[in-house]
């Protein structure tokens, strides 16, 4: 049976429902696919995706998110691809929309990551399993927020994804919604992630700078240097995932961002 959906860049899509043989090209998407339980559909996944460790054994890994193996995709006869606006390039998807069915998330808030799961799931079969994992996110980051105004958490915060040059998220990402929720402000105005120099960061005084485990794996070491280079300013080392992941790791990311909160006062 053929039935048709309506991604998230507007842009419809048919498949064969619901579908047999499935490829994620985003690492957050392909966690949130065997958490529906679409274990054995899944037959395609990217070098990036590590979660969940014991079911990505047996899957055929189809290059990096941008740097995609399009023959061994061809070789998988996929009847549905599902990738992501930021994660993926433009020339391969459009590449890939030729020949296969191709489903795009575009995230930029956590109600976007949930109407993305809902959507995702309709077009699998899973919808009650996505609507008890937007239940748990949604009252999830409904607790944080009351926990932030309880714990009076007002700073500001500045969110490193990158060094050499130094990189920060910016507003109109995920990264920067799920910051708020917890009740901080980020001191970037530039949209997406613009570079900057320690000399600016230190002139702009933000009351907490977090180091992401990802993209750019920061260390200790790192947040050595940087204490010298803007002294006066907590640094802090954050788990990426938990900040930019936005299918069901969301769930765990309430569990560790109540953790992480009181150390924000």
Known sequence: MHKTF?????????INYP???????????????????????????????VHPVAQLKSKTKVGGTKKLDIELIRNLQ???????????????????????????SDV?????????ISQIAEMVDR?????????????????????????????KVAYLIWKDPYMLAGRDTFINDILTKIGLTNIIRESRYPEIDLEK??????????LSSEPYPFKEKHMDELKQAVPGIKIMLVDGEMFAWYGSRLVKAVQY????QPQLK
């Open 127 to 155: 919808q009650p399993e996505a609507a008890y994992l937007n239940h748990l996110i949604n009252a999830g980051f409904t607790d944080l927020q009351t926990l932030a105004l309880q714990l009076g958490i007002d700073k």
């Open 6 to 14: 309506t991604d998230q860049l507007n842009k419809e899509v048919t």
């Open 257 to 260: 961002l109540f953790q992480l």
């Open 78 to 104: 996929p009847d549905l691809i599902i990738g992501n606006k930021e994660e993926n390039t433009e020339e391969q998807i459009e590449l890939l929309s030729r020949e296969f069915p191709v489903w795009m």
């Open 201 to 210: 960061l230190l002139i702009m005084q933000p009351d907490l700078i977090f």
């Open 19 to 49: 579908p047999k043989r499935i490829i994620s090209l985003v690492p957050s998407q392909t966690e949130l696919l065997f958490e529906l339980g679409l274990k054995d559909e899944v037959v395609g996944i990217t070098k990036f995706c």
């Open 108 to 116: 930029a808030n956590l109600e976007e990551a949930m109407t993305m």
